[in-house]
């Protein structure tokens, strides 16, 4: 929408639009992410997706705690109003009169216009007049009855021509409140950052310091150039937007392109193979040709030699047989013995012959190559889509770095550090009787059952230990570990800079090795959450903060600030919230913690607060911030906003703390001393 001159509107068409039927605006109603819908359509949207986001429990169906938004995809928390009915879920989203006063102008313009009373009893009637007041197109005689009825009698009402010469006044007339009907919003709280109508000023506001009128606000916006400065902000987004889908098209028209490659390469293959085995059937074709001729010719070969005695021995028998029947007794004797000599002939070749004989199979044994083929080769080869971080510029934040410093300026913790004590309750000798070294312990990690890991860097060692401070178990590794993090329930991960590698622990009667993976660079602090690890590698260029998948995938490396210097300088322990949205990582050598919040996936705002001699850090329950200050000697609490510290455990009670871990369900800590193999445990009051 622009202002192209006093009392001139000119409206994008899609603003009046509805996202869901793409019709003009019927009862326009606004979710949070600022998108708005016909209260029908929204209506008919929530009520389809709760029908599929609804989930059983115990037998009974629960409806779904976010809504996501049909334009965005933005999860809106309806959580407070998630077990109503779909109907009550659309009217908890705000009536957007002003999208209604626009449409009304555009549509008098238009000509389209139809009297607002008239349209809501079924009927039509041209707009004559306009009610300030009402914000309604009236026909003659609902002007007329407007007029003079008692409740609307001082309303101000224009004739058509008058409100299009003075459309301004669209500016002039303030928000409704939702809560107290008929007040508008003519106030505004700095503090809550909200409006307000007098009534909410007396009952929700009247602590509220800094509540001014809308008009003073709007001044002083204008005078800070607030709507200048988002606007700029927003055509940074679009156009980085829009770098990142003419980005995304390109990788889309590239991927099309290697599939493309890599059905051609895969047809290959299969022609590849074909060829070779063509080549190799004929090739063992004529083995079994040339086989075979040489075994017929030898074959034959005996059948006529057998059949050449075969002969010999009918003619001596026919020969005797007739001599037997014809000749005379001299003639018989002498044939006998001349049988008798033929005979010994017959059996001398034929056993000759016989002895030669050999019965042949042909017997066909496959290859092992090729049985490997036909058995063991089960696809092409391995087919995966690799991974890194993208090369695009980060997202302009310079709207969460502004909310940051003006929160920071207008706003205090409301958390009293000073009633947040630690009582010393255990110390013990984490030392086992063949470690060779005097312990280091770099890292330290609560299960959730209580039982706790000390990570022994100079013994090469993980270390388990029960609720009550036993030993229970301990594994050994080829090189030196630095931290631990519990990945779940029974699992945890251990980061081994040497190796650049995480290797992953099962715990149970034993400690045994599962997965383990490798990555580009030496990581030393690490934090799991919700499936992923933080780790920290400050041997990098830049050091960075690396963002890793369960299986092993770099997601993102965070190392830089939006003017691509280097964020840490030698970050050595990191922890972050439950969520994984708000990280902080302590640097050894710049003597600071850097805060990451997360404002869309891996896209971070940043803040430091300066400390010195930082190592292990961790968080509890409510959000405080636990500092090891080795050389200080101390360990340092820190509010949630980063704002109010104080020394919570001094040097009196605890020498070079290392590392630091808390424990959820108990509410105590656990610190390591880097000149002792003592551990320490304080509980909070």
Not at 347 to 359: A, C, F, P, S
Not at 424 to 449: H, N, P, Q, R
Not at 630 to 652: C, M
């Amino acid at each position: 929408m622009a202002k192209t001159g006093r009392g001139e509107i000119k409206i994008n068409e899609r603003f009046l639009t509805c996202g869901l039927c793409n019709q003009w605006f019927t009862q326009p109603r606004t979710l949070p992410c600022l998108h708005s819908y016909c209260e029908s359509c929204l209506y008919k949207n929530i009520n389809d997706y709760i029908a599929k986001a609804s989930v059983k429990k115990g037998g009974q169906t629960a409806n779904p705690t976010e809504y996501i938004c049909p334009t965005c995809s933005k999860a809106i928390d309806v959580s407070k109003f998630s077990s109503q009915p779909a109907k009550n879920w659309t009217t908890k989203f705000p009536l957007n009169t002003f999208l209604l006063d626009l449409l009304d102008v555009e549509l008098l313009k238009r000509g389209e216009k139809t009297c607002g009373p008239c349209t809501r009893n079924g009927d039509k009637s041209e707009v004559v007049s306009w009610c300030k007041e009402c914000r309604d197109g009236l026909c003659k005689n609902c002007a007329k009855v407007h007029h003079g009825m008692r409740v609307s009698m001082e309303h101000t009402v224009l004739s058509k021509e008058e409100f299009m010469k003075h459309i301004s006044l669209l500016q002039e007339q303030q928000e409704f409140c939702q809560k107290h009907l008929g007040k508008t919003l003519d106030m505004y709280c700095m503090v809550d950052k909200e409006l307000c109508c007098p009534n909410c000023v007396a009952e929700e506001h009247r602590r509220c310091d800094r509540v001014v009128s809308v008009m003073d606000a709007v001044k002083q916006s204008r005078l800070d150039k607030t709507p200048e400065f988002l606007k700029k902000n927003l055509d940074e987004y679009n156009d980085h937007i829009e770098k990142i889908i003419a980005a995304r098209t390109n990788k889309l028209l590239s991927l099309d392109e290697q599939k493309s490659k890599l059905i051609e390469e895969f047809a290959q293959i299969r022609i590849n193979v074909i060829n070779i085995l063509d080549k190799l059937e004929k090739a063992i074709k004529k083995e079994l040709s040339d086989m075979h001729a040489v075994e017929t010719k030898t074959m034959e070969k005996e059948i006529h030699k057998s059949k050449k005695i075969q002969t010999a021995v009918t003619n001596a028998h026919d020969l005797l047989n007739v001599t037997e029947n014809h000749g005379s007794d001299s003639k018989l004797i002498k044939t006998i013995e001349e049988v008798k000599r033929e005979c010994l002939w017959y059996e001398e070749e034929m056993g000759r012959l016989r002895g030669k004989i050999q019965d042949c199979e042909y017997v066909f044994e496959i290859d092992d190559h090729i049985e490997t083929l036909l058995n063991k080769v089960k696809k092409y080869g391995e087919l995966n889509a690799r991974h890194s971080p993208s090369k695009l510029q980060p997202f302009p934040n310079t709207v969460t770095i502004e909310k940051s410093i003006e929160q920071g300026k207008q706003f205090k913790s409301t958390l009293s550090l000073k009633g947040r004590n630690a009582e010393l309750v255990k110390s013990f000798d984490a030392k086992m009787e063949d470690d060779i070294k005097e312990c280091w312990y770099t890292g330290a990690a609560f299960l959730s059952d209580g039982r706790f890991a000390l990570v022994d860097r100079s013994n090469r060692k993980l270390k388990l230990f029960s609720k009550t401070y036993r030993l229970l178990n301990s594994i050994f590794f080829t090189t030196k570990p630095w931290d631990v993090t519990v990945v779940g329930e029974n699992e945890i991960a251990v980061t081994l800079p040497e190796e650049h590698g995480i290797q992953l622990l099962s715990i149970g009667d034993s400690i045994k090795m599962s997965d383990y993976f490798t990555t580009e660079e030496a990581c030393f602090g690490i934090k799991h959450v919700r499936g992923k690890f933080f780790a920290l590698c400050y041997d990098g260029k830049p050091p960075a903060l690396k963002v890793i998948s369960s299986d092993g995938r770099e997601l993102a490396a965070i190392g830089v600030d939006d003017d691509g210097s280097p964020l840490f300088s030698r970050p050595i322990y990191v922890t972050s919230n439950n969520a994984g949205t708000v990280i902080y990582v302590s640097d050894e050598r710049r003597g600071c913690i850097t805060c990451l919040t997360e404002t869309s996936e891996h896209c971070y705002t940043y803040s430091t607060i300066d400390l010195s001699h930082v190592a292990g850090i961790t968080l509890d329950r409510e959000g405080n911030l636990y500092v090891c200050r080795n050389h200080a000697k101390s360990v340092q609490v820190v509010s949630p906003e980063g704002d109010r510290l104080r020394t919570i455990i001094s040097r009196e009670e605890v020498s070079y703390p290392r590392a630091v871990a808390y424990d959820d369900k108990e509410d105590r800590l656990l610190i390591t001393q880097g000149d002792k193999s003592v551990v320490k445990i304080f509980q909070f009051e």
